[in-house]
């Protein structure tokens, strides 16, 4: 059998029919961007996320240099970003001429370390970015009570984890505002790039609005400088139609995980954890192997695909060498030891079987015993 790491198409495949309907009545409008589409989207999301605010914009490192620059964070401001995940993030507070300060993984949640922030704060430090990596919320309890004892804005990165809650209440509700992707492999992704903000906070709320637009107040009134982060009305469409279908999907993957977990739990593998009162969303299904490569290899040869988030960390990253001390040892650990298997809602039970069959082999041909 061969599986690969991600099969989109199968998804694709699903949704032809109702998507190709919206298409067709998208290319019936005059607006194909912005308008009615794109306005009923951010209603529901806000509805699904209950949140006051949700501003529509072309993707997610857009939705984060937007939102740091409606929190007027910009030369030799200081904002804590994890040292491990995707680099977008830190890429935006460098942009906007800000500091990106590194701050190491919990060992086994992978996302920012809570006891590890406060010695990074300096009376410079204007706000964290945490990550909601792989589809788990970051402490934001902690995370919150930080924040609030230094003045300090947090801004959530919400791109894996579209449906995650922490005590019922969702990712992207908890920090001042948040960024949402919706790439096309994300939870809940789009049919090309697209993303938002979200936010209670009506002002923040009206100034993102302005950046994303050229700074218009209204139509042809430029009353501060922006730029152009626009959503896609067809895009909006489609990701209207597939809210409807995120908590399904959502809850397959984690019916997808718990197998993966209860089958590979008697292994020598560092397996994803779950705290009481955290809803993980399993955008990814990451194990960490001190092996990975021979692991991987192996997988392959079985046909199973495997990937890799990420290979470096981004407090690694050659970009950020001006930023980083080394000093974020976890996270850099770490990047040789994680490996994603293959976890979306459209595999099936017998592929997953394959998958877990193929791994024991793995583990057993690598001397990984039973414990
Ligand atoms: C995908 C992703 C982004 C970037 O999203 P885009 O919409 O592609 O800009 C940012 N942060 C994280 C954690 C991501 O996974």
Redesign the pocket.
Request: net charge negative; charged share 20%.
């Given at each position: 059998m061969k599986i690969p790491f991600l099969n989109l198409q199968r998804q694709q495949k699903e949704l032809l029919q109702p998507v190709q309907k919206l298409l067709t009545e998208t290319m019936l409008e005059d607006i194909l961007l912005g308008g009615k589409a794109v306005h009923t989207f951010e209603d529901k999301f806000a509805r699904y996320l209950n949140v006051k605010h949700v501003i529509a914009c072309a993707?997610?490192?857009?939705?984060?240099e937007i939102a740091l620059r409606a929190l007027q964070i910009g030369q030799g401001d200081e904002v804590i970003v994890p040292a491990n995940?995707?680099m977008?993030?830190a890429e935006a507070v460098c942009l906007l001429g800000a500091v990106p300060v590194f701050v190491d993984s919990l060992v086994d949640r992978y996302t920012i370390d809570p006891d590890k922030i406060e010695t990074k704060i300096t009376s410079r430090t204007k706000a964290i970015i945490p990550?909601h990596?792989y589809g788990y919320a970051a402490d934001m309890e902690r995370i919150m009570g930080i924040a609030a004892a230094y003045g300090l804005k947090v801004i959530e990165?919400c791109?894996?984890a579209q449906g995650a809650t922490i005590q019922g209440k969702k990712a992207g509700s908890w920090g001042d505002i948040a960024?949402f992707?919706?790439?096309p492999t994300?939870n809940l992704g789009a049919i090309g790039?697209?993303?938002a903000l979200a936010t209670n906070d009506e002002e923040l709320s009206t100034t993102c609005r302005q950046i994303a637009n050229h700074g218009q107040s209204e139509k042809n009134i430029h009353v501060r400088l922006g730029r152009n982060s626009r959503m896609d009305s067809f895009q909006a469409a489609v990701l209207s139609y597939k809210l409807g279908l995120l908590d399904q999907w959502n809850l397959r993957r984690r019916e997808l995980a718990q197998r993966y977990n209860n089958e590979l739990q008697p292994y020598y593998l560092h397996l994803p954890q779950e705290d009481e009162g955290y809803f993980h969303v399993y955008?990814l299904y990451v194990i960490r192997c001190a092996d990975r490569k021979r692991l991987s290899k192996l997988l392959g040869e079985k046909g199973v695909g495997t990937a890799v988030h990420y290979p470096v960390a981004v407090a690694d990253m050659q970009v950020f060498e001006a930023y980083s001390f080394a000093d974020t040892p976890v996270a850099s650990k770490q990047c040789h030891e994680l490996l994603s298997l293959p976890l979306y809602p459209q595999l099936t039970d017998e592929e997953q079987m394959y998958i877990i069959e193929a791994m024991k082999e793995a583990l057993s041909e690598m001397d990984q015993q039973i414990v």
């Amino acid at each position: 059998m061969k599986i690969p790491f991600l099969n989109l198409q199968r998804q694709q495949k699903e949704l032809l029919q109702p998507v190709q309907k919206l298409l067709t009545e998208t290319m019936l409008e005059d607006i194909l961007l912005g308008g009615k589409a794109v306005h009923t989207f951010e209603d529901k999301f806000a509805r699904y996320l209950n949140v006051k605010h949700v501003i529509a914009c072309a993707n997610c490192t857009d939705a984060l240099e937007i939102a740091l620059r409606a929190l007027q964070i910009g030369q030799g401001d200081e904002v804590i970003v994890p040292a491990n995940g995707w680099m977008s993030a830190a890429e935006a507070v460098c942009l906007l001429g800000a500091v990106p300060v590194f701050v190491d993984s919990l060992v086994d949640r992978y996302t920012i370390d809570p006891d590890k922030i406060e010695t990074k704060i300096t009376s410079r430090t204007k706000a964290i970015i945490p990550i909601h990596l792989y589809g788990y919320a970051a402490d934001m309890e902690r995370i919150m009570g930080i924040a609030a004892a230094y003045g300090l804005k947090v801004i959530e990165d919400c791109a894996q984890a579209q449906g995650a809650t922490i005590q019922g209440k969702k990712a992207g509700s908890w920090g001042d505002i948040a960024a949402f992707s919706f790439y096309p492999t994300k939870n809940l992704g789009a049919i090309g790039d697209a993303g938002a903000l979200a936010t209670n906070d009506e002002e923040l709320s009206t100034t993102c609005r302005q950046i994303a637009n050229h700074g218009q107040s209204e139509k042809n009134i430029h009353v501060r400088l922006g730029r152009n982060s626009r959503m896609d009305s067809f895009q909006a469409a489609v990701l209207s139609y597939k809210l409807g279908l995120l908590d399904q999907w959502n809850l397959r993957r984690r019916e997808l995980a718990q197998r993966y977990n209860n089958e590979l739990q008697p292994y020598y593998l560092h397996l994803p954890q779950e705290d009481e009162g955290y809803f993980h969303v399993y955008h990814l299904y990451v194990i960490r192997c001190a092996d990975r490569k021979r692991l991987s290899k192996l997988l392959g040869e079985k046909g199973v695909g495997t990937a890799v988030h990420y290979p470096v960390a981004v407090a690694d990253m050659q970009v950020f060498e001006a930023y980083s001390f080394a000093d974020t040892p976890v996270a850099s650990k770490q990047c040789h030891e994680l490996l994603s298997l293959p976890l979306y809602p459209q595999l099936t039970d017998e592929e997953q079987m394959y998958i877990i069959e193929a791994m024991k082999e793995a583990l057993s041909e690598m001397d990984q015993q039973i414990v």
